[in-house]
């Protein structure tokens, strides 16, 4: 009787943090699912599916790579972070926290390495886009890309300029620079944020197994 009269004064799990996290992992989640699908649709659509050697022989860079690895990976963070939270499973919780810490580092050391070496990704930039427009004419998920970037400032012609794409996606970096910063805060922030509530749930999770 003594040991229920403990746990139930001691420690216990934050009911608010408990589904506020769970809350903000089914958000995530099903981001993550709706870029699955966007992805997994846009390959049908080219036959990919269907034949799945043909992934090998799209030529160039196929966009929809973008959506299936992101969606991916959001798809599994938020799985974790659901369960974990509703379970209340610490091993699903630290599996949430570390793998989101993970990515914000590597956001993080990639905007530095991007900054100090900006000339060299410049270079590495065009190489891959005049690589890339050789496919032009292949896929169309790259060709809608390529126009989408060639268009920015530019009236629209039969043709595409194979060497202003760089340069046209700096201006259009310069011109929205403010926007682009205060996304890529925000997404830090919510990283952070998610990282604070996990490892909040992983400590008091623990604190009443502590109490049993």
Same mark, same amino acid.
């Given at each position: 009787?003594?040991?229920?009269?403990?746990?139930?004064?001691?420690?216990?799990?934050?009911?608010?943090?408990?589904?506020?996290?769970?809350?903000?992992?089914?958000?995530?989640?099903?981001?993550?699912?709706?870029?699955?699908? !966007?992805?997994?649709?846009?390959?049908?659509?080219?036959?990919?599916?269907?034949?799945?050697?043909?992934?090998?022989?799209?030529?160039?860079?196929?966009?929809?790579?973008?959506? !299936?690895?992101?969606?991916?990976?959001?798809? !599994?963070?938020?799985?974790?972070?659901?369960?974990?939270?509703?379970?209340?499973?610490?091993?699903?919780?630290?599996?949430?926290?570390?793998?989101?810490?993970?990515?914000?580092?590597?956001?993080?050391?990639?905007?530095?390495?991007?900054?100090?070496?900006?000339? @060299?990704?410049?270079?590495?930039?065009?190489?891959? &886009?005049?690589?890339?427009?050789?496919?032009?004419?292949?896929? &169309?998920?790259?060709?809608?890309? !390529?126009?989408?970037?060639?268009?920015?400032?530019?009236?629209?012609?039969?043709?595409?300029?194979?060497?202003?794409?760089?340069?046209?996606?700096?201006? @259009?970096?310069?011109?929205?620079?403010?926007?682009?910063?205060?996304?890529?805060?925000?997404?830090?922030?919510?990283?952070?944020?998610?990282?604070?509530?996990?490892?909040?749930?992983?400590?008091?999770?623990?604190?009443?197994?502590?109490?049993?």
């Amino acid at each position: 009787m003594s040991r229920k009269h403990h746990h139930l004064k001691g420690a216990e799990v934050s009911c608010c943090v408990k589904y506020f996290l769970f809350g903000f992992n089914i958000i995530f989640w099903l981001l993550g699912a709706a870029f699955l699908a !966007i992805g997994l649709w846009a390959w049908a659509e080219k036959g990919v599916l269907s034949n799945l050697s043909s992934i090998t022989d799209l030529g160039g860079f196929d966009p929809v790579w973008l959506f !299936i690895v992101v969606g991916g990976v959001m798809f !599994i963070l938020g799985f974790a972070g659901c369960i974990g939270a509703l379970r209340e499973n610490t091993l699903l919780l630290k599996f949430f926290s570390v793998f989101l810490g993970l990515i914000f580092f590597l956001e993080l050391t990639a905007g530095i390495l991007a900054f100090v070496f900006k000339d @060299w990704i410049k270079d590495q930039l065009n190489f891959f &886009i005049n690589n890339n427009v050789k496919a032009y004419r292949d896929d &169309i998920d790259l060709q809608n890309l !390529i126009d989408f970037a060639q268009e920015y400032d530019l009236p629209r012609q039969d043709y595409i300029y194979t060497k202003g794409c760089v340069g046209q996606f700096e201006k @259009w970096l310069q011109d929205n620079l403010i926007i682009v910063a205060g996304i890529f805060v925000g997404i830090a922030l919510l990283q952070i944020f998610g990282i604070c509530l996990a490892q909040n749930l992983v400590s008091d999770v623990k604190a009443v197994k502590a109490n049993w």
